[in-house]
C-alpha cells in the first residue's frame, strides 16, 4: 500500500520529498487516529482520504507552483529490439500524457489518478474524495476530456 499512496502522493505535490513527506505523515495521522478507523470499512479508502485531507490542508496542497517533469531513464529504456526513434517517441508520449496531467485542476487529476491508476471504484472515491458517485463520474469525464483537449492542442502546436 504503502507505493501506491506515495505514487497518489507524488502526483498530487509534484515533488518527491514533498510526497515522502506527505505519506509520512499520512501513516502518522493513521497511526495516531486509528481508534477512528471502523472495522468493516475500506481501509485502503481510509488512508487514501487521510492523504488528501492532508495534502489539500498543506502549504503544498493549496499553492500553484510550475513543476519539473519526472524524467526516468528506467521508463524510457524500451527491449533491445526498440529503435532509438522508438523510445525517443514513447517518451514523448508519456512526456505530453504526463505534462497534460499536471495541468489538471486538483479535483480533476485526484479522480483520473484514483480511478485509472489505482483502479478504484467510483465508490472508493467518491468516499476518498468526499464526493456523491454522479460527481465523481462527473470529473472523471471531464477530466478525461480536458486531457483529451490538452493532448490535441500539443499534437497541433507541433505540427505547426
Known amino acids: ?40 470499512t475500506n481501509f485502503r479508502a481510509w488512508m487514501y482520504r487521510i492523504l488528501r485531507n492532508t495534502f489539500l490542508t498543506s502549504r503544498s496542497g493549496l499553492s500553484v507552483k510550475m513543476t519539473v517533469p519526472l524524467d526516468r531513464e528506467e521508463d524510457a529504456v524500451g527491449l533491445a529490439a526498440d ?7 514513447a517518451r514523448a508520449d508519456q512526456q505530453m500524457v504526463q505534462g497534460a496531467l499536471e495541468r489538471l485542476p486538483v479535483q480533476f487529476r485526484e479522480v483520473i489518478l484514483l480511478c485509472d491508476m489505482e483502479e478504484m471504484s467510483y465508490q472508493e472515491i467518491a468516499g476518498i474524495v468526499g464526493i456523491p458517485i454522479g460527481t465523481v463520474m462527473s470529473r472523471l469525464s471531464r477530466a478525461r476530456k480536458s486531457i483529451r483537449e490538452l493532448l490535441a492542442e500539443k499534437v497541433r502546436g507541433a505540427s505547426k
Open 83 to 89: 529503435t532509438p526513434e522508438a523510445v525517443l517517441l
Open 1 to 40: 500500500m504503502f507505493a501506491s499512496l506515495y505514487n497518489f502522493a507524488h502526483w498530487l505535490t509534484r515533488n518527491r520529498e514533498e510526497a515522502e513527506d506527505l505519506v509520512q505523515e499520512t501513516y502518522l495521522k493513521a497511526l495516531k487516529g486509528f481508534v477512528s478507523f471502523q472495522q468493516g
